[in-house]
Nanobody
Framework: QVQLVESGGGLVQAGGSLRLSCAAS????????MGWFRQAPGKEREFVGS????????NIVDSVKGRFTITRSNAKNMVYLQMSSLKPEDTANYYC??????????????WGQGTQVTVSS
């Protein structure tokens, strides 16, 4: 019964910052890679980034690199998406994912329910 629960979304002005949190349960969290996707209305779901099992490797897509980063706490079974210098085009539903195929991110195997981020201009 794997469950991923996102929190921390909301309304923020352009240029502001948010940290999204994802609480994981029902899996041996420290064994597996984690990641984030996002989807804006009418647009395709897109990959944002990933973090491997021990945070030795973090991958962030070019479109948000330098503004977003991913961290994790294996002690707390939590993964975070830290977002700064937010732009209106960052407005989307953000999803936490787990890859239970192994410690390096290859593909999502479980999804959270999503949390909405809205950036106003």
């Amino acid at each position: 019964q794997v469950q991923l629960v996102e929190s921390g979304g909301g309304l923020v002005q352009a240029g502001g910052s948010l940290r999204l949190s994802c609480a994981a349960s029902g899996l041996t969290f420290s064994r597996f890679a984690m990641g984030w996707f996002r989807q804006a209305p009418g647009k395709e779901r897109e990959f944002v980034g990933s973090i491997n099992w021990n945070a030795a490797s973090v991958n962030i897509v070019d479109s948000v690199k330098g503004r977003f980063t991913i961290t994790r706490s294996n002690a707390k079974n939590m993964v975070y998406l830290q977002m700064s210098s937010l732009k209106p085009e960052d407005t989307a539903n953000y999803y936490c994912v787990a890859d239970t195929s192994g410690g390096e991110f290859r593909r999502p195997t479980y999804w959270g329910q999503g949390t909405q981020v809205t950036v106003s201009s």
